[in-house]
Structures are given as structure tokens and as C-alpha cells.
């Protein structure tokens, strides 16, 4: 499992069916696992694969989630994540402290009773529960230098800038920012990464229509990543509503504006 692997690429709502094979319709999630442990950015459906992979091993490393924010379709996977029920395991949530609400707090009430039978508290795994540092200070997890920093989107949401031996990733989903006025903190956020993950839920005909919704277009990633400098834009956060052509579509356009350019879709490895 070492290495960056998008997990889950679709927004909102999970989706199956013959038309959503090629992206796949697992709820946002990605892993990043290191000699010193096992990184994670959201709980969306897609964290079932991790599960997958851990079943089949005899060692869980240790585990720290980065929640991006709290949004249902980020969290749906986290009750039916293996390694909670497990003494063996140690997992350590790690979330904005200036969100308005209190993260910790809502975390705790998402998973219980009688949602889901059993309560994120008497899981058997050993929890902790932590802040993230200050946006201009970098932490080191497992090896991993991560960086965040908030991006616009309702009730806020956190963006990740993730660097390590293997390469560097910044995960950018649900934020909405217009194509032509990306802020210059954020491309500086973003300047030189590897690989920028991108939140284009919405085509640019739709855009204005769903202004406040808090997503962006295709085309805001394709500015973002040419005034970035980045080696690979990825496309994520895929409208349920899409199928996959909608999604090649979509990856085709920003193709022409910006050639490396590729669609999110679930277990899909970055090098
Ligand atoms: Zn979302
Ligand atoms: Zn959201």
C-alpha cells in the first residue's frame, strides 16, 4: 500500500452502475502509507479499500486521519473502517481548530448510537483526537511534511499540501474558486506540487448557477495549475449526476488548456 492512491474520487453521493465504473463511485478518500505509518485524508466511501487491504495483513500501522471538513460524504466511510475494531490499532483524527463549529464534538455525534450501532468512543481501537498546527506551521506525520491551509467552502474545508520522500500532493477538494481570481496565497500554496487534486464537481456552464454551492470547474484548475507550476492536475470530486463520459469530457477539455491532466477515479496510484 506505500505510496499516494486515491481511494475515492466521486463528491456528494456515492454512485455504482455500469456507467460509473472507469471513475468509480466511491466517496472521497486518500491514503498515503510510509515506514512510520498510515496517512488518510477523509473517511469517504472509498476508505473501504483501505479496509480491504489491512484485512489482509497481519500488522496495522499507525493511522492518523486529516479531515478536510465534515461533510457527510466525507465521513460516510468511517463507521465501517476496520481497523476501529481493532485493539491492535492506533488511529488519531486530526482537524481545523478554527472551524465555527467544534470538530471533535461532531465527529463523536456522527458515529453513535442510533445512527450506527456502535459509538466512535467504544470502538476497540485506540483513539486520539487532535488540532491540526497552525496553518503557517508544517508538521511532520510518519515522514510526511503536511501543510494545510482553509479554502472557501461551507462551514470551511481545509486543503493539504502532503511532501515526502516519494513526491508531493496537494489535495484541494471542496473549495470553490473562480477561474480568472485563484488568491496568490493559494498558488504559492500549491507552486511546484507533484500532483494538485482538484475539486471540478461543477462544468463551466453550471458554475453560475451554483454560486455559494462551494465547488469549482475544470477551468479554475487548469488556471490554478499553470500559475502553479504543478507536474499533473487531477480533476476530483466528480458530480454524482456524471457518468463517466460527462467525467472524459470534462478531462478532455481541460486537456487541451493543460495536457497533464487526468481524471480522479478510486485505487488509482500516483507515482
Ligand atoms: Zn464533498
Ligand atoms: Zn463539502
Known sequence: MHGFVIRGSRGTLPTCGASFLRYGGDTTCFSLETPGGLLIIDAGTGLRHVTQE???RTDIPPITVLLTHLHMDHLVGLPSFGPLYSTHAQIRFMADPNRADDWQQALLA???KPYWPVGLTDADASLGFESLPAPDTPTDIYGVRVSWCAV???QQC???RLEWSGGSVVVATDVEFDAGQIPDSFVAFCKDAGHLLFDAHFKPSEIGQYSGWGHSTWEAGVALAKAAGVGELLLTHHSP???DDDVEGMVEAARRAFPRTRGAS??????
Open 266 to 271: 478510486a485505487n488509482m496510484p500516483l507515482d
Open 110 to 112: 456522527f458515529m453513535r
Open 152 to 154: 472557501p467552502h461551507p
Open 54 to 56: 489491512l484485512a489482509d
Open 158 to 160: 481545509a486543503a493539504f
Open 241 to 243: 449526476k456524471r457518468c
